[in-house]
């Protein structure tokens, strides 16, 4: 995804990755002290065991990976299925905190029984966590759906932009209805949860999708866009806009830019919502409202035309207007 905070957009993963690391700690040298735990040989292993696989998770997701691949070459998916780089650490991070979650239960339940109201919230907690990890292992799939039904664009030779396409899922699905147009994929090529960046991948399900031709790859920045003023007929995001921190304003007004007069723009992201809720708990309340968004897109210059959901995300289709 295209960014402009850090090379690496997703580097919470380090806050995350620590967060799991005391998680673990405390797993294997707190709860095993614990009355109730201490003198059970099962709870007594199961709490270490638990709390290793936990570290290990946390270690492998902020620094062993990365590692381990720099050891040799990143190999790209053999055959013809589509691949688009989400990591271990994206599709089964909730499951370990689930595994986090369980656990902490169980030490309350059996160290302070009377405290079980906290137990019943880490249950619940963590069954919120399971909804979550099934929700982001859906991103997974080759036939995982990322645009709506909307009016984008005006004909079929269009020429489209994907701003910040990442390995090529949305550029495959717009080249799929844009028959004699052109779609321009656009991205920094920066993302640490996709190998190389996701560039590789990229070249690789384009030529699977036999796009090759009708796909031209530019590397560059959603708030600096290397094109002209108005050199597209329409653009769209999935996913990509939320991940621009204090530059989401920024971001939009280049989009505006770069579109015709009367060119739309489609832009899905994350909101807060149910189920954002379940992949970031009360994390998922820090993201920009959806009131936010259609107000930056209004002071870009845009129009609101229609707006909905799709994948538990909130998709919003602006409009430049015609002078």
């Known amino acids: 995804m295209a960014q402009t905070r850090a090379r690496h957009p997703h580097s919470h993963m380090w806050l995350i990755g620590v967060l799991g690391l005391a998680a673990g700690g405390a797993l294997m040298i707190y709860a095993p002290r614990l009355k109730g735990i201490s003198t059970s ?3 007594f292993a199961g709490f270490h065991l638990i709390g ?51 656990a902490a239960a169980v030490a309350v339940q059996v160290s302070k029984p009377e405290l079980w109201p906290i137990s019943f919230l880490l249950v619940v907690q963590a069954v919120l966590f399971l909804f979550g990890n099934t929700a982001m292992s859906g991103f997974r799939r080759p036939d995982h759906m990322v645009l709506p039904m909307v009016d984008l664009v005006r004909g079929e030779t269009d ?51 036999g796009l090759t031709e009708r796909v031209e790859v530019v590397t560059g920045d ?43 723009f489609l832009m899905a992201v994350w909101t807060p919502g149910p189920m954002m809720f379940t992949i970031g708990s009360l994390f998922s309340f820090l993201l920009t409202p959806k009131s936010a968004w259609r107000e930056m897109g209004r002071k870009a210059g845009f129009a609101v035309i229609d707006e909905g959901a799709i994948n538990g995300c909130w998709w919003v289709l602006f409009e430049k207007p015609v002078a």
Not at 55 to 75: F, N, T, V
Not at 229 to 257: I, M, P
């Open 41 to 43: 040989i099962l709870l």
């Open 52 to 102: 290793a696989v936990v570290i290990l998770s946390s270690l492998y997701g902020m620094a062993l990976r990365d590692w381990i691949r720099g050891l040799r070459k990143p190999a790209l998916p053999a055959g013809d299925a589509l691949e688009f780089g989400w990591g271990p650490g994206w599709m089964n991070g909730l499951a370990v905190a689930a595994l986090v979650a369980l």
């Open 159 to 209: 020429r489209v932009l994907d701003a910040g396409c990442g390995a090529g899922r949305t550029t495959i699905a717009l080249s799929r209805v844009l028959r004699g147009g052109r779609v321009t994929a656009l991205d920094r090529f920066d993302a640490d949860y996709i190998d190389d960046g996701g560039r590789a991948l990229l070249d690789r399900n384009l030529k699977i999708a």
């Open 222 to 264: 959603l708030t600096a866009m290397p094109f002209p003023q108005g050199d597209f007929d329409a653009a769209v995001s999935t996913n990509v806009y939320d991940h621009l921190g204090g530059a989401k304003q920024q971001g939009l007004a280049e989009t505006w830019r770069v579109l015709k007069p009367g060119g739309r």
